[in-house]
């Protein structure tokens, strides 16, 4: 099984991208890993957030495949804290043999067919975080809940 994370849009910020590159380095250390982005849509503030969402949309669903277990990360989703996020893993990892495919929507979020595609959402946290700095939080979690299921030292109880 691999590990995709599948985002939309490349950041601004250069705190991000190092945030991304060192826990993905990380990550492919304890697991298959893999970040995918899908480019900005070109000239999209001529879009309505509806029409943006479902351009978005079709994007997302040409790269995910049948054998994908799609995961929106999304503030409707389930919480967990990290030990149950690392005992989640483990359960997709026994019992799947899908990818797991992690999704991080554009700044106006999902569209409809996304959603409808989706075998689970996934809330990081009840307060918004740009789709941006979400990578990092995202990462550092994943991060974490390999860590915490190969024993390592990074989580402390």
Do not use: C, W
């Amino acid at each position: 099984m691999k590990i995709q994370l599948l985002q939309v849009g490349k950041t601004s910020f250069s705190f991000v991208r190092e945030g991304e590159q060192l826990y993905g380095e990380r990550i492919k250390r304890l697991t298959k890993f893999e970040q995918v982005t899908i480019p900005n849509l070109k000239k999209s503030n001529k879009l309505s957030e509806g029409d943006i969402r479902k351009k978005e949309g079709e994007l997302i669903l040409q790269k995910i495949s049948s054998r994908d277990y799609l995961i929106l990360l999304d503030d409707k989703g389930k919480t967990y804290t990290s030990l149950g996020f690392a005992q989640y893993l483990k359960e997709k990892q026994n019992y799947s043999s899908k990818n797991l495919v992690f999704l991080i929507g554009g700044a106006y979020g999902f569209s409809e067919a996304v959603y409808q595609r989706a075998d689970a959402q996934i809330s990081l946290s009840a307060m918004t975080f740009s789709h941006q700095i979400i990578r990092v939080v995202f990462l550092e979690q994943l991060y974490r809940a390999f860590s915490i299921l190969k024993g390592g030292p990074y989580h402390h109880e």
